[in-house]
């Protein structure tokens, strides 16, 4: 079993419309929850960082992480084309401290224009 | 833009080789880690740096070391190279070690190409 689990999609959406991203994670050690945005070729660009269980909002972006489930979503609000990219979960469990962040494979975002 | 600056941006060697990359973290930052993304492993954490000493070891392999100088710029040196060493390599450095403001950010990466 890996310590992160993330479905690659592609996933394919209609502009406007909500999209779920999610990851599970089997290693309850892990404190510390983020999603990065990558693009074809492009380094991963950090949008959302969380501590612990609870949600956090940013715009059009929402995190939300349940430790208990040991799951993590995104919700993409009023998707743009732009937002088509590989959105990639990650965590760590000391926030950056001394240890890396592990990731999950990445889902490969679709929003049809 | 990051703030993180890695080069080359791309190479391309031969099998048995030794390259270097190179990632100056964005200005102040003191932590420095070093990633490999390939198809079929995704992004997997190789080592960390932080103000010039080794702090964590991820899934790094014997032929590959790294280092950071002092002024905060770190190398990844990848020896005696096989064609599966051919991947992405990106740097990403955060404010921190053992602080609460410690969000990595990624630079664009060297893709290597063992050929």
């Known amino acids: 079993q890996k310590e992160v689990e993330q479905d690659p999609g592609p996933l394919s959406v209609p502009e406007g419309a909500i999209v779920s991203l999610n990851c599970t994670y089997s290693?309850?050690?892990?404190?510390?929850f983020m999603w990065y945005r990558q693009y074809s070729r492009k380094g991963p660009e950090l949008l959302m960082y969380t501590y612990s269980s609870g949600n956090k909002e940013d715009g059009r972006f929402t995190a939300q992480v349940d430790k208990s489930s040991k799951y993590i979503s995104l919700f993409i609000r009023d998707s743009q084309p732009s937002d088509s990219a590989t959105y990639l979960c990650?965590?760590?469990?000391?926030?950056?401290?001394?240890?890396?962040?592990?990731f999950g494979k990445g889902t490969h975002l679709i929003i049809q224009p | 833009d990051s703030g993180v600056t890695q080069t080359p941006k791309h190479l391309i060697t031969a099998t048995g080789q030794r390259v270097t990359l190179r990632c100056s973290p964005r200005?102040?930052?003191?932590?420095v880690y070093w990633y490999q993304q390939s198809l079929d492993q995704g992004l997997q954490f190789l080592i960390q740096?932080?103000?010039?000493?080794?702090?964590a070891k991820g899934n790094i392999l014997e032929r590959f070391s790294a280092q950071q100088f002092p002024d905060l710029h770190s190398e990844l040196n990848l020896s005696s190279l096989e064609l599966g060493d051919s991947a992405l390599y990106f740097c990403?450095?955060?404010?921190?070690?053992?602080?609460?403001?410690?969000?990595?950010?990624f630079g664009q990466g060297t893709r290597l190409t063992v050929v």
């Open positions: 990650a965590m760590s469990f000391s926030g950056g401290g001394a240890d890396g962040l592990t």
């Open positions: 990403a450095s955060s404010a921190h070690a053992d602080g609460k403001n410690t969000e990595a950010f």
């Open positions: 740096y932080y103000n010039g000493e080794e702090r």
């Open positions: 290693n309850s050690a892990f404190q510390y």
């Open positions: 200005s102040g930052d003191l932590s």
